[in-house]
């Protein structure tokens, strides 16, 4: 099962990693850029417990094995 995604409202979406890392669970997008033909470009998210962004291809976030819309 994947996750529906609508990439124009991306930005600040709410996610939950299912497998915790370094207890970074609870991620939201911080940034989004898009191309001239409005695809995603680039993609930041960034952990509620961090203050740097870390890129993420957006389609990754689809995976529903991997991660869950809102904070769960």
Not at 11 to 19: F, N
Not at 48 to 54: K, M, R, S
Request: overall charge positive; hydrophobic content about 35%; charged content about 30%.
């Amino acid at each position: 099962m994947s996750n529906q995604i609508n990439p124009k409202k991306l930005l600040h979406s709410k996610w939950t990693k299912r497998q915790v890392e370094n207890r970074r669970k609870h991620f939201i997008v911080v940034a989004v850029k898009y191309d001239e033909l409005g695809k995603v470009s680039d993609c930041q998210i960034q952990a509620v417990l961090d203050t740097e962004p870390q890129g993420i291809d957006w389609r990754q976030l689809r995976d529903s094995s991997c991660w869950q819309m809102g904070w769960k």
